[in-house]
């Protein structure tokens, strides 16, 4: 199946990186290669280093602009950005966060609830699964992550009905999964949008450790800016845009003595200056690509 992949808010995200002829950047989650491509055609003598977790990602990577000697390909976790740059300062790092539209078109990646496939959801395709998840957590774990990744108010209803379930027989595909939610929630909330998507989101999250390494990537992220380097982000929904945002808040933060002091004693300035508050798609976008109606745009400028 040929990787596909259109890159949200493509043109904002690119001038968002003030892209330099001679610098370095770093494409954390590379794709189809979309937003590489066009960096790379804003670049001279500067290099690009394109990461993808996803080993399919990675061979359409090789092909599409592993010729480029500009180019340094890396299949690898962008929670890994310290020890891939190794020392090397970028002057912009872009992350393109949650699944790819190859990787939701391609049933058996098990990422959809629209095609019935195996229940997979690995992004790296290994570790567990979610098939692992839904087959072997508790009751109370699925409801825990269902809520918390998926915001869903139905959450335990829904992790009571996969337990009943599979104790009849395991839970195998995406379509037996998005049966059970659509029966585990009320008729009106089957009218808001499919009654899956908040499940499937959760466990996807859950699978891929997706938030669990936010916080932290996003620091590491920040740490290898160099002074005037800039970091832009997309999100695509409110628990990974709040990660994002409450992150780049902190490196904007000055003094933090209390108000009464009459002087500074804490020394602290701010590393860092909001280039945007949060970039979405305009009207045009959104009616020709579905999936930038959720999609945010963040960006970072490193000031010291």
């Given at each position: 199946?040929?990787?596909?992949?259109?890159?949200?808010l493509?043109?904002?995200?690119?001038?968002?990186?003030?892209?330099?002829?001679?610098?370095?950047y770093?494409?954390?989650?590379?794709?189809?290669?979309?937003?590489?491509?066009?960096?790379?055609?804003?670049?001279?003598n500067?290099?690009?280093?394109?990461?993808?977790?996803?080993?399919?990602?990675?061979?359409?990577?090789?092909?599409?602009?592993?010729?480029?000697?500009r180019?340094e390909?890396?299949?690898?976790?962008?929670?890994?950005?310290?020890?891939?740059?190794?020392?090397?300062k970028?002057?912009?790092?872009?992350?393109?966060?949650?699944?790819?539209?190859?990787?939701?078109d391609?049933?058996?990646?098990?990422?959809?609830?629209?095609?019935?496939?195996?229940?997979?959801?690995?992004?790296?395709?290994?570790?567990k699964?979610?098939?692992?998840?839904?087959?072997?957590?508790?009751?109370?774990?699925?409801a825990?992550?269902?809520?918390?990744?998926?915001?869903?108010?139905?959450?335990?209803?829904i992790?009571?009905?996969?337990?009943?379930?599979?104790?009849?027989?395991?839970?195998?595909?995406?379509?037996?999964?998005?049966?059970?939610?659509?029966?585990?929630?009320?008729?009106?909330?089957?009218?808001?949008?499919?009654?899956?998507?908040?499940?499937?989101?959760?466990?996807?999250?859950?699978?891929?450790?997706?938030?669990?390494?936010?916080?932290?990537?996003?620091?590491?992220?920040?740490?290898?800016?160099?002074?005037?380097?800039?970091?832009?982000?997309i999100?695509?929904?409110?628990?990974e845009?709040?990660?994002?945002?409450?992150?780049?808040r902190?490196?904007?933060?000055?003094?933090?003595?209390?108000?009464?002091?009459?002087?500074?004693?804490?020394g602290k300035?701010?590393?860092?200056?909001?280039?945007?508050?949060?970039?979405?798609?305009?009207?045009?976008?959104?009616?020709?690509?579905?999936?930038?109606?959720?999609a945010?745009?963040?960006?970072i400028?490193?000031i010291?």
């Open positions: 199946m040929e990787f596909k992949h259109i890159s949200v493509f043109e904002e995200t690119l001038d968002s990186l003030n892209i330099k002829p001679d610098g370095l770093v494409d954390c989650t590379c794709g189809g290669a979309g937003h590489s491509k066009a960096i790379l055609e804003r670049l001279e500067g290099k690009l280093i394109a990461i993808d977790r996803d080993p399919d990602a990675i061979e359409v990577i090789k092909e599409r602009i592993g010729s480029d000697d180019v390909i890396v299949n690898d976790n962008f929670s890994n950005i310290k020890s891939i740059l190794n020392g090397r970028a002057d912009g790092i872009l992350a393109d966060l949650g699944v790819s539209s190859f990787q939701l391609n049933a058996q990646r098990g990422f959809s609830f629209h095609k019935d496939a195996p229940l997979d959801m690995r992004m790296s395709k290994t570790g699964s979610a098939f692992d998840v839904v087959n072997g957590y508790s009751e109370q774990e699925l825990n992550i269902i809520n918390r990744y998926g915001e869903e108010k139905f959450a335990r209803n992790a009571k009905n996969i337990v009943k379930s599979r104790n009849v027989k395991p839970i195998e595909t995406t379509l037996q999964l998005a049966e059970i939610v659509k029966n585990s929630v009320p008729a009106k909330a089957r009218r808001e949008g499919h009654p899956a998507r908040k499940t499937f989101q959760a466990i996807r999250i859950e699978v891929n450790d997706e938030l669990s390494i936010l916080s932290d990537a996003v620091q590491d992220m920040f740490s290898c800016l160099t002074t005037g380097g800039r970091l832009s982000i999100t695509f929904h409110s628990l845009d709040r990660t994002v945002k409450e992150k780049f902190e490196f904007t933060v000055g003094c933090t003595c209390p108000k009464d002091f009459p002087v500074c004693v804490c300035t701010p590393e860092g200056k909001l280039i945007n508050r949060g970039i979405t798609a305009g009207e045009t976008e959104l009616e020709t690509n579905n999936r930038s109606r959720s945010r745009l963040r960006t400028e490193k010291k």
